[in-house]
């Protein structure tokens, strides 16, 4: 099969877009983002499926059965065999409107369909593509025929979309074993064009779209650069729709949510995971199985059971977020028995209870509940709480802790309204339940209060870091504005008579600072306490002769799940880089790498560094461990903190790749500042040392003007004595 590469008529097609629609500013206001995002939140459950030519093996190949979705790399099927299951996907018995029947059924609010997975199949027609559906036996659009359904039922319609692509002549990188695809002549920007032509079809000819929902964006060839053009794509194509955190490089890993204000899209979205709390203000869905695989495995029987799917749900909304619950479909155009099972108990369950999940916001009790989940809804000017009950108490006494609010009334939600008696044990609500528990997946009891929710819950104290050189900003918060926060920084208990917190406090000194909440002049919470160290800078290295530009490199070749002693082995290569960060050399598998040379900071102050690797990293600073980000994993930061004094630092990176993604970024700034780039000016090489390896001059650019001329043999000293050198 081939790709037509952008078509002139594609590409004129694109080329009016701007003129067209103008250059519309896509700045936002927050509440025209609450707007468009509205029914998103209201919403809180969808059908995630996966459906493609994948279906056909069923997870079957060779001696294995446990292949899904991901068939082609996991069973290294060259592209001429894939191309194959093209005449063999004919899924006859797909009826659009009993899928969009079942998800409305369920409970769901909107349906997430693969237009186009890793695999580089589409599901609809493309006019940029012959490898899509109108190339199989079927030649039906099938999300045509899905967004029609959509619309029919009051679903919306929402389009996952795959960045990386297995199948396009022009994407990179090749998976390593595909030999029979050499990458010589991939045009990586053609194949951009690309995928903006196909992300334009989908938001151009089926409607009004709910979300785009992007994913394999995590190979290096995928950029920032990149992320933003096309997240602004699609809201020039459809101002209103949404766009997941994956359209651009700030997913961070499985947990999903994104790293940094600077990446684009507009929730974040864990994988086969709860975050474990709610993040106040941020917007999130959790995606998951049924099974144990997205794509249709014919073996794979592990479905989770309609409790646990149930709990699940009121797990993730409970914490302020939305469930995109995956199906699988075969070969055929069906659902699986067993999904169709789930959907319809989730649905019965959601008939009753939706109520208690649509359009609610994270339960106020942030330290967790025993016996269940709590969801919110504001009621006017009052709240109704919505208490998930998952363990009866045997004494059918619910006790609710520390909720300062006058009571209106309680009620089991799906019962005659009869209301259930309540009385108050200190801070403590007690309500009292039937005997026996009407649902035993979940029951929910209505609770509501007077105001907006007090919840005893001791203060959160929080500050960029618990070290600092200088000063160190400290907030103090709780959870309602009915509370007062009294603290002390002596260290002793905050009373009563103790002085309010109004604002955040500024240290200047090593101090424990204590906080207790008072409502309506009683003390009603447990006693926090958080200690932070004023704590001299580390000296800078003395004796530094005169530097180059650069950092040194070493190249190691081995196979690691966790950094080596790196002391102990010999190098494959040494180089120069102007940064910590990977070039195309650099991101071989099985490979470890070891930067190492000076950072200049240019005044005394505790610095923040957030090292994200795929695999391990560890960065050192004068030979002292600052961030631990060892192990297997995908990309992900880890943070820490180092008290610098103006002028040069001894600095290590040690990283290793085993096999698959590569990723090493490096950013810093003073604590309370975001982190970001290290500017080339801050990294040099000691000069002697840069030239007794040997290397190129690259390291040790020119000197400028006022430099010294000829540098004498620029070692570092005063840095004390190391069992390694720098970069050694
Ligand atoms: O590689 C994909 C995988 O096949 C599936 O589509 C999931 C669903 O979110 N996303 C990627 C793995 O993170």
Not at 445 to 453: F, K, N, S, W
Request: hydrophobic fraction near 35%; include cysteine; aromatic fraction near 8%.
């Amino acid at each position: 099969m081939t790709h037509q590469s952008t078509s002139t008529r594609a590409r004129l097609h694109l080329l009016l877009i701007p003129c067209l629609l103008g250059t519309a500013a896509l700045g936002e206001t927050p509440a025209e983002k609450d707007q468009r995002m509205a029914w998103w939140r209201e919403a809180r459950f969808g059908m995630f499926i996966h459906w493609g030519l994948y279906a056909v093996p069923a997870g079957e190949w060779g001696n294995r059965r446990d292949h899904a979705e991901w068939i082609r790399t996991t069973a290294q099927i060259p592209l001429k065999q894939y191309d194959q299951f093209l005449a063999q996907f004919n899924p006859v018995k797909f009826d659009a409107d009993a899928w969009v029947r079942m998800a409305k059924d369920a409970g769901m609010r909107y349906i997430v369909i693969t237009s186009k997975h890793h695999d580089g199949f589409a599901l609809f027609d493309s006019q940029v593509s012959d490898f899509d559906v109108m190339a199989t036996p079927f030649k039906r659009d099938i999300l045509k025929e899905l967004s029609e359904a959509c619309r029919k039922h009051g679903l919306k319609m929402c389009w996952y979309h795959s960045i990386m692509d297995w199948h396009h002549p022009d994407y990179l990188p090749r998976r390593e074993w595909e030999t029979d695809r050499p990458a010589a002549g991939a045009d990586f920007k053609k194949f951009t064009e690309y995928l903006h032509a196909q992300v334009t079809e989908l938001l151009t000819n089926y409607g009004p779209i709910g979300v785009l929902w992007f994913d394999g964006e995590w190979e290096a060839t995928w950029s920032h650069e990149y992320g933003q053009p096309l997240y602004d794509l699609c809201r020039k194509l459809q101002p209103g729709v949404i766009v997941n955190n994956r359209v651009d490089k700030g997913r961070g890993g499985m947990a999903g949510l994104t790293e940094d204000a600077k990446y684009a899209g507009d929730f974040g979205t864990p994988e086969q995971e709860v975050p474990r709390t709610g993040i106040p203000g941020v917007d999130w869905e959790s995606c998951m199985t049924m099974n144990d695989h997205w794509g249709y495995n014919k073996n794979d029987k592990n479905f989770k059971s309609s409790r646990e799917l149930i709990r699940l749900l009121v797990d993730i909304a409970s914490k302020g977020g939305n469930f995109l619950l995956n199906i699988g479909p075969t070969a055929e155009g069906e659902f699986p028995a067993e999904s169709v099972e789930r959907l319809a108990a989730m649905g019965r369950w959601m008939k009753i209870n939706g109520d208690a999940i649509y359009g609610t916001t994270a339960g106020p009790f942030t330290e967790g509940l025993p016996w269940g989940r709590c969801t919110a809804k504001a009621m006017g000017g009052d709240t109704r709480l919505f208490l998930h009950v998952f363990d009866w108490p045997a004494d059918a006494k619910l006790t609710l802790g520390g909720l300062g609010n006058d009571m209106k009334g309680a009620r089991v939600l799906a019962g005659n309204g009869e209301p259930l008696r309540t009385e108050r044990k200190e801070s403590d609500l007690v309500i009292h339940l039937p005997a026996q528990m009407p649902d035993a997946d979940c029951t929910v009891i209505a609770l509501d209060v007077v105001g907006r929710p007090i919840v005893y819950e001791s203060p959160k104290i929080s500050a960029p870091a618990d070290i600092f050189v200088n000063t160190l900003t400290v907030e103090i918060k709780v959870n309602s504005a009915e509370m007062e926060i009294r603290c002390t920084q002596d260290g002793s208990e905050p009373t009563a008579n103790s002085a309010v917190y109004k604002s955040p406090l500024r240290l200047s000194d090593t101090t424990t600072v204590k906080a207790r909440a008072f409502h309506r002049g009683k003390a009603v919470s447990s006693v926090a306490a958080a200690e932070f160290k004023k704590v001299p800078a580390w000296p800078a290295v003395e004796g530094v002769a005169g530097t180059g530009r650069g950092l040194r490199l070493r190249t190691y070749t081995g196979e690691w799940d966790r950094l080596p002693d790196f002391a102990a082995l010999t190098p494959t290569r040494k180089a120069a880089r102007a940064g910590i960060e990977l070039e195309k050399e650099d991101r071989a598998e099985r490979q470890g790498l070891v930067f190492a040379g000076l950072l200049r900071v240019a005044t005394n102050d505790a610095y923040v560094f957030a090292l994200t690797s795929d695999d391990g990293s560890r960065l050192y600073i004068d030979d002292k461990l600052v961030v631990d980000n060892d192990g297997l994993h995908e990309a992900q930061e880890k943070r820490g903190v180092a008290p610098l004094a103006a002028g040069h630092h001894a600095l290590r990176v040690e990283y290793f790749n085993k096999t698959g993604g590569s990723e090493l970024k490096l950013l810093m700034a003073p604590v309370g500042a975001t982190p970001g780039p290290i500017s080339p000016e801050q990294l040099a090489s000691p000069m002697g040392e840069a030239r007794k390896d040997g290397e190129s001059s690259k390291a040790s650019e020119p000197k400028k003007d006022g430099e010294p001329k000829n540098a004498g043999e620029g070692s570092i000293s005063g840095a004390g004595k190391k069992e390694r050198g720098i970069g050694s």
